[in-house]
C-alpha cells in the first residue's frame, strides 16, 4: 500500500533507476491493455486516466529531484496523452510507433542526476523513492537481506574484547546506517562518472546526433502516417469493382453456390461462394418481394446497401435476396442471403471477428464470440490475422 501511495505523491522524489522503471512499465502495460481493448473506447480511457497521472507524478518528483523547471512536466506527457488518444481512436498498430516521441522526451529526464542533498549529504532513497511517504518496511527487508549475508565468527576473549566487540557492533551499525544514508547503487555511479551527463553534453554539442534524431522522428512521422493512408485507400475505390462483380454475380444467378456453412453465436450464419464472397444468412420478417437490394441496378430497400460495423468503414452488399424458408410450412419468404464481393471478403471476416456489432437492413448483431467461431473453421480463418 505505502509503495502505491508513493507513485501518487506530489511532495517527494525520485531518482533516475525508479523513474525508469515506472516509465518503462507505464509503457508496456499501457500497450498490452490498449492492444487487448482495441475497439472498447470507454476501457481504452479508463486505462489512459490510469496511467497519465502516475507518468505525471513520476515526471514532476524527477524533476524536483534534479531541481530542473517544472515547466518541463508538460510537453512529455502532454504528448502521451496525445498520442494515447490517437492510437485508441485511430485503431491502427502502426499507431503505436508515435510513442517513440514521448518516450524520447522523458528520456531526457534520465541525463541529469539527483542534485538535491540535506546538510551536504546525499539523501537516503528507498526504492528509489524519497519524500513524506513511510517506505521503512522495504528498507528493512532489504538490512535484513543483507544481513543474512554475513557470518558472526566465535571469539574466546575477556571482558575487553566485549567491550571492544560492542564498539565494533556499533561502529558497525554507524557504518551500515551511513552507507544507505549517504550512498545507493545509484548515487555511487553518479557521483564517480555521470553517463548521462555525458549523454546529454554529446547530444547538445553534437549537431550529427542531433540530425540523427530529428531524421529517425521524421521517417516514423512519415511511415506512420504512410501507413494509414494505404489503408484507406482500398476503401475509396470499391464501388466499381463491387458493380462488376455484381453484375457477375446477377448474370449467373443459377451457378451461384453457397458452400462452407458456419453458424454464428448470434443466430446468424456465413456461407462461402464458389467465387470465395461471403454470403451472410438469417431469418427475419416475411417479405413481399425475393430482391431486396441489387447494387447493380441501385434498387431496393436502402438499409440494405451496406453493412455497418459499430467501428470501421461499412461495406457495400451486392445483392440481398429473401427466399422461401424450409423451417416455415407455408414457404414464407423470410429467408435472408446478402451477397458480398470477393474483393471485400478478406475486410468483411477480419471486422466480424474484431468489432462488436453489426447492422444490415435494419437488423443489429452482436459479435461477441465471432472471433472464436471464425477461428476454428478452416475455410475462414486464413482471413483472421492477429
Not at 509503495?3 to 506530489?10: E, H, R
Not at 496511467?51 to 515526471?59: A, K, Q
Not at 529517425?216 to 494509414?228: K, M
Request: hydrophobic share 40%.
Amino acid at each position: 500500500m505505502q509503495f502505491l501511495k508513493s507513485l501518487f505523491c506530489l511532495q517527494g522524489l525520485d531518482n533516475r533507476a525508479r523513474f525508469c522503471a515506472i516509465c518503462s512499465a507505464v509503457y508496456v502495460i499501457f500497450i498490452m491493455l490498449i492492444s487487448a481493448f482495441t475497439g472498447n473506447i470507454f476501457i481504452s480511457l479508463t486505462i489512459l486516466a490510469l496511467f497519465t497521472p502516475i507518468l505525471s507524478f513520476t515526471s514532476l518528483r524527477r524533476l524536483k529531484d534534479a531541481k530542473l523547471n517544472k515547466n518541463w512536466l508538460f510537453v512529455p506527457n502532454l504528448l502521451f496523452i496525445l498520442t494515447a488518444l490517437i492510437i485508441i481512436f485511430s485503431e491502427q498498430n502502426s499507431s503505436y510507433y508515435l510513442l517513440i516521441i514521448p518516450a524520447l522526451c522523458l528520456a531526457v529526464l534520465l541525463t541529469y542526476p539527483s542534485s538535491i542533498k540535506k546538510n551536504s549529504v546525499p539523501l537516503h532513497y528507498v526504492l528509489g523513492y524519497f519524500g513524506p511517504v513511510d517506505m521503512t518496511e522495504y528498507q528493512q527487508m532489504t538490512h535484513q537481506g543483507k544481513q543474512t549475508k554475513f557470518r558472526i565468527e566465535p571469539t574466546l576473549v575477556g571482558d575487553n574484547s566485549i567491550s571492544l566487540n560492542s564498539k565494533s557492533l556499533s561502529n558497525d551499525e554507524q557504518a551500515i546506517w551511513q552507507n544507505h544514508e549517504t550512498t545507493s547503487p545509484y548515487d555511487k555511479s553518479e557521483h564517480k562518472i555521470d553517463l548521462g551527463e555525458i549523454i546529454r553534453l554529446k547530444l547538445v554539442n553534437n549537431r550529427k546526433a542531433q540530425l540523427a534524431i530529428a531524421i529517425i522522428l521524421t521517417i516514423t512521422l512519415v511511415s506512420v502516417f504512410s501507413s494509414w493512408r494505404m489503408k484507406s485507400l482500398p476503401n475509396d475505390e470499391p464501388p466499381q469493382t463491387s458493380q462488376e462483380s455484381a453484375k457477375l454475380i446477377e448474370n449467373t444467378p443459377n451457378i451461384i453456390k453457397r458452400m462452407h456453412p458456419l453458424a454464428m453465436p448470434d443466430d446468424f450464419s456465413l456461407f462461402l461462394s464458389q467465387y470465395q464472397g461471403i454470403i451472410i444468412n438469417w431469418q427475419a420478417d416475411e417479405v413481399g418481394t425475393p430482391l431486396l437490394w441489387s447494387q447493380s441496378s441501385a434498387q431496393g430497400e436502402d438499409s440494405c446497401q451496406q453493412i455497418s460495423f459499430n467501428k470501421g468503414k461499412p461495406i457495400r452488399t451486392l445483392t440481398v435476396k429473401v427466399e422461401n424458408s424450409a423451417t416455415v410450412a407455408n414457404g414464407v419468404y423470410n429467408n435472408y442471403f446478402a451477397s458480398f464481393s470477393p474483393l471485400d471478403s478478406k475486410t468483411l471476416i477480419k471486422a466480424l471477428a474484431f468489432r462488436g456489432n453489426f447492422s444490415l437492413c435494419g437488423y443489429n448483431f452482436s459479435l461477441k464470440g465471432s472471433q472464436a467461431a471464425l477461428g476454428k473453421n478452416k475455410e475462414y480463418a486464413d482471413w483472421v490475422e492477429y
